[in-house]
């Protein structure tokens, strides 16, 4: 079992950029592959990025470019740095470790992310 905590989310400008954390604690992180899920208002939750315990990374189109994300095993931390944030970034964001060999899934409880003048 793994508890995954999100933390970096709150109010910022269009522009402007954020970065958000997971901390992940309970197992062996390293085994993981990790991804950051966003949800916004009506909407159905989509991943935003992933990586996977290999270091290979992908993104939603939306946000190539502009958002960057990363791990750091022996700190059982994965990052997202958000850049150039719009107004349509503005959701929930989740953090999302998936054990490599089984495939089960644990889910954190989110941070606001909230773009707008």
């Known amino acids: 079992q793994v508890q995954l905590v999100e933390s970096g989310g709150g109010l910022v400008q269009p522009g402007g950029s954020l970065r958000l954390s997971c901390a992940a604690s309970g197992s062996v992180f390293s085994r993981y592959d990790m991804g950051w899920y966003r949800q916004a208002p009506g909407k159905q939750r989509e991943l935003v990025a992933a990586?996977?315990?290999?270091?290979?990374?992908n993104y939603a189109t939306s946000v190539k470019g502009r958002f960057t994300i990363s791990r750091d095993n022996a700190k059982n931390t994965v990052y997202l740095q958000m850049n150039s944030l719009k107004p349509e970034d503005t959701a929930v964001f989740y953090c999302?470790?998936?054990?490599?060999?089984?495939?089960?899934?644990?889910w954190g409880q989110g941070t606001q992310v909230t773009v707008s003048s």
């Open positions: 999302n470790g998936k054990h490599y060999r089984s495939g089960f899934s644990y």
């Open positions: 990586i996977t315990t290999g270091g290979t990374t």
